[in-house]
């Protein structure tokens, strides 16, 4: 793993529960500089931090708690401002509750909660696959009313309070696909997966300055 | 959700191979050389299976370093993995839990199944609840009397194609391919009567496979089968930027597709 003393440096966020390989892979071929970590200290010293995960939101929350990162992941967040984008669920957890588990508390940093995926003709659940993606704001390098395609997979997807932080929406405008609020972002897709696309969000996003 | 166009890339001994009935194999590249090749086409996804009847994994190309770390078929898909951003699903061989594991770990978003499946009926109902069913993937072996057939096409399961395909729907399947053996590379066009049948009457989706020879080919077989997915091997092997023509036919006969 590289390390620059002193410049930028991303952590991705190891939550043990999912395979991270693929959110690797994109960040070396990018050449940026980035460790996996679940320590609090390398949290810390990071300039920029990415939580991927696939799983339950329980099991999330639950990793989370168990290697303590939920303060330091919210004072550097809403304290010192440092960006972080979720994937998938890590998107997920970053907002306040979830039907898919029940009881537990998200990480709380966007108002909202996230909510099983209602039945459409459009897809199947979980909803698999490249799907057209409509940008209703500047997002990471992309401009309102672009559009491109995303590859997903979920069954719950996240509802803020705010609509107005939803930057990507799906092609029936229902599903919240990407959300930023100040210096936090979410991606429902996996930019990891998404070819070109993706790969331009994570370059962005690791430009994004504090 | 968009439709998929997705190149199927048969391995064996770690060469790249063009297939024709399941009996001749004919090797035309190494398998590493070519892997960053198919990630420049701004393909959907990519199908890596291994046919491989031994472990063994020799690159012929001693002059590429990786080739003494290249003993297994993780390694190759951790060396797959590294320049593929898009899904990946690698098959071959798939025997147990841990070979499951340490395919999605090296890289790869899914698995894809055949013999396993006659060998072990509760394989597929433990693995779908390890790994979730989108993980899973079978592909299915028919020849043209409508049984299903395993181990290399080999043996006759006497069991007919949709009762499988339901079956395995039943299991916990992700995905299946439908692959006809008399068709495997003679380029005469998709069995589509069989993938509309298979596909109207399961819920999972369907990909295509074996029979392309010209671009229509994916035309036709979208349109009167209306699969989730069509895929090829050969054809993208053998015409210059055959992917993105074919792609680019696909979009203007109007079959809903990523543009890229």
């Not at chain 1, 897809?123 to 698999?128: A, D, E, K, N, Q």
């Amino acid at each position: 793993m590289r390390k620059v003393l002193g410049g930028k440096m991303i952590t991705v966020v190891n939550l043990g529960i999912s395979n991270l390989s693929s959110v690797l892979n994109a960040l070396k071929y990018l050449g940026l500089d980035f460790c996996v970590s679940s320590q609090k200290e390398d949290i810390s010293k990071s300039s920029h931090i990415i939580l991927p995960g696939v799983g339950t939101f329980g099991e999330g929350m639950s990793q989370l708690k168990q290697k303590g990162l939920v303060d330091v992941l919210k004072d550097e967040v809403l304290n010192k401002k440092k960006p972080i984008i979720g994937i998938c669920l890590g998107m997920q957890l970053l907002f306040e509750t979830s039907e898919e588990t029940v009881g537990i508390n998200g990480l709380g940093l966007l108002a909202g909660n996230v909510i099983r995926l209602p039945k459409s003709d459009k897809y199947t659940i979980p909803r698999i696959g490249w799907a057209e993606s409509v940008f209703t704001k500047d997002f990471l390098g992309f401009n309102k009313k672009d559009t491109a395609d995303f590859y997903y997979i979920h069954s719950f997807y996240c509802d803020p309070v705010n609509k107005n932080i939803t930057s990507i929406i799906d092609e029936e405008g229902k599903i919240a696909c990407a959300v930023q609020e100040n210096n936090v972002f979410g991606c429902q897709f996996h930019p990891e997966k998404s070819h070109k696309a993706g790969l331009r969000l994570l370059t962005q996003f690791s430009q994004e300055r504090l | 959700m968009r439709k998929r166009l997705i190149p199927c890339i048969f391995l064996k001994n770690g060469l790249l191979i063009r297939s024709e009935e399941f009996k001749t194999h004919q090797i035309i590249g190494n398998a590493l050389s070519e892997v960053s090749r198919y990630n420049d086409w701004a393909v959907d996804e990519i199908i890596y299976i291994d046919i491989s009847t031994e472990e063994k994994y020799d690159l012929r190309r001693d002059d590429m370093k990786v080739k003494d770390d290249f003993k297994t078929k993780y390694d190759l898909v951790r060396e797959i993995s590294k320049v593929c951003f898009v899904p990946l699903g690698f098959g071959g061989g798939i025997r147990t839990i841990d070979d499951i594991k340490n395919i999605l770990n090296n890289g790869a978003d899914k698995v894809v199944l055949n013999t396993i499946l006659f060998l072990d009926d509760t394989f597929l109902p433990e693995a779908a609840g390890i790994f979730g069913n989108q993980a899973l993937v079978a592909c299915v072996d028919y020849r043209e009397d409508n049984f299903v057939y395993h181990t290399h096409g080999a043996v006759n399961s006497q069991i007919k194609v949709l009762d499988w395909c339901l079956y395995l729907e039943k299991r916990g399947i992700g995905e299946i391919i439908l692959n006809n053996i008399n068709k495997d590379g003679m380029a005469t066009g998709y069995d589509i009567k069989l993938i509309k049948e298979v596909v109207d009457k399961t819920n999972v989706p369907i990909v295509a496979l074996s029979g392309a020879g010209d671009y229509y080919d994916f035309v036709d077989c979208f349109e009167e089968a209306n699969p989730s997915a069509v895929a090829a091997g050969n054809i993208f092997h053998f015409k210059e930027h055959s992917y993105w023509h074919a792609k680019k036919l696909c979009l203007k006969e109007n079959i809903d597709m990523r543009k890229d």
